[in-house]
């Protein structure tokens, strides 16, 4: 039986962001471009440690139909006063990655949605098509429940797992950590569970460990509608999500090395013959 090609899947916001806060402030000729480098280091990277046979990009759209359903969802990360410069200057770097650098490089599976994030993107990709094999290269732990249909790895840790490793560390199905989000929350997306309710009491309610005669129970109990609701800030993808169909991807050594001249990238620019050897 021959191999089930394998796609690498970058979820573009976690990498780009690793950038920004490990690579730090470069520039060249006046204009920013550590995240532009730094993202593009850890994707050689990722590149040699899992030998792709393609690669896709996943990107957040600034329309959000999570916020429009929920107008406080992931209202935590936003922050009074002027926008920070270090910021916006990232997000430039974001587009120009997204919708020049890596086209012109011949990575050709960009996607993006409007109302939709990448973990939709994600989402939608693995649970769609079975005959191929996905690892998420991602930090987000609500990608958890898509680990029927791939693995995951974290850059930052050097961590992979599966579907195996989940069940043997959590106790529960990939499946099932749907809702556990649902009735815990998500805190770093601001989507409020049972009070006084982790991941861990989740886990034990959902695998019949919790007393029924506890106070814990009965909250979640007494808070279905809440849990309900829920649903469609935890669940990947949005039902609103289509699924995008990876095309077949031709690096471009030149506009590689030329990329490296504009941008000064000297390092980078002797190893593009690696990458070419890697991605040819």
């Known amino acids: 039986m021959p191999l089930m090609e394998h796609i690498l899947v970058i979820d573009c916001p976690y990498l780009g962001h690793r950038a920004r806060f490990t690579t730090g402030p470069l520039s060249y000729k006046g204009k920013p471009t550590g995240v532009i480098y730094g993202f593009l280091n850890q994707l050689f990277t990722l590149i040699k440690r ?26 935590n990360r936003r922050k009074d006063g002027p926008p920070d410069p270090d910021m916006l200057a ?12 890596l086209p012109q490089l011949g990575f050709v599976n960009n996607f993006r949605q409007t109302g939709c994030e990448a973990d939709d993107i994600i989402g939608a990709l693995v649970k769609n098509d079975p005959k191929r ?12 429940q ?31 950590w749907v809702m556990v989000k649902q009735i815990a929350g998500c805190s770093g997306d601001n989507v409020k569970g ?5 991941e861990k009491t989740a886990i034990q309610y959902l695998t019949g460990k919790m007393n029924p005669s506890s106070k814990k ?20 993808p949005l039902p609103e999500t289509k699924a995008p169909i990876p ?12 990329l490296c001249d504009d941008m000064g990238f000297n390092r980078m620019r002797h190893l593009v013959d690696d990458w070419e050897a890697f991605l040819g």
Not at 58 to 68: G, I, Q, V
Not at 90 to 101: D, G, H, N
Not at 133 to 144: A, E, G, K, P
Not at 219 to 231: G, K, P, T, V
């Open 50 to 75: 899992e030998r792709p046979d393609e690669i896709a990009f996943a990107w957040d759209s600034r329309k959000s139909f999570r916020k429009e359903y929920y107008p406080d969802y992931k209202a």
């Open 90 to 101: 990232a997000f430039m770097q974001f587009k120009q990655l997204r919708a020049e650098i």
């Open 133 to 144: 094999r996905f690892t998420i290269v991602t930090s987000d732990d609500d990608m958890l």
């Open 146 to 176: 898509l680990l029927d249909h791939c693995d995951m790895y974290n850059l930052g840790k050097e961590l992979r797992i599966d579907n195996y490793a989940f069940t043997r560390q959590y106790g529960i199905a990939p499946e099932q």
């Open 194 to 198: 049972v009070t006084g309710v982790g």
């Open 217 to 236: 129970y009965k909250d979640i109990q007494a808070n279905q509608e809440l849990i309900e609701f829920n649903e469609y800030l935890v669940r990947l």
């Open 247 to 258: 095309k077949p991807s031709h690096f471009d050594a030149f506009w590689m090395r030329k």
